[in-house]
């Protein structure tokens, strides 16, 4: 349990209990408080009753009128399964999004689109992406939609094959047909992440360990 004790300037003393759970350990950060003004302040971080990190901010903490109370009671081999699960589902849904977002976007050259809205090409029509043009209406996108292919010899006389069966699409009238995500992948990157959060967790959790008892 984290408490602050807080006396006014008429000597009136009043505590509040900002966090409940196992202490790990208290920490000095730098945070962002204005857009070009940092300043630092004290954060002891605990183990909710849920197996999440959570964190409380001590401000004016070696103040004559301020007293922060708590102690390191945390036992971090019972906690380090809950921390993990906790964690791995964060980094699981962040990574889920991201992979989500790579496989929907239109812009990847040989990704096959679909058109799915707009009059000018019939809505169903499928494609796989060749390139994309700027215009003063948006973005154009070319989908060939077969394999042919020529051959063009350019004036220095290089060759190149080129796509014969090509039309240009607002990529606003596009989608990506039949996204794939790679759950390997994703769970890969989830197992990953939030090892090597538990991991930073324990060595400050162990930098710290030998305060137990503590009045900041």
Known sequence: MIKITRTDYQG???TEVVGVGSTLFIATETVQVMSDVWEQEERIY??????ALSSACVPYAHSQYY???????????????????????????????????RACDIFVRGRELRINRGRKFPVGTIGK?????????????????????????TKN??????????????????????PVIDQNEVNHIATSRATSYVENVR?????????????V
Request: charged share 20%.
């Open 157 to 178: 006389g290089k060759t190149y094959e080129r796509n014969t069966n090509v039309i240009w699409v607002s990529s606003r009238n596009l989608v990506v047909n039949q």
């Open 203 to 215: 060595n400050k959790f162990n930098n710290y360990k030998g305060r137990k008892t503590n009045v």
């Open 12 to 14: 009136n003393v009043s």
């Open 129 to 153: 992406v060749v390139g994309w043009v700027e215009n003063q209406w948006g973005i154009s996108v070319g989908i060939a939609l077969d394999d042919v292919t020529e051959t063009v010899t």
């Open 67 to 101: 007293a922060v109370e708590f102690a390191i009671d945390a036992d971090f081999a019972a906690l380090e399964k809950s921390i993990f699960d906790n964690q791995y589902k964060i980094e699981h849904r962040n990574a889920l999004n991201a992979a989500e977002s």
């Open 46 to 51: 605990y183990v909710t009753e849920t197996g």
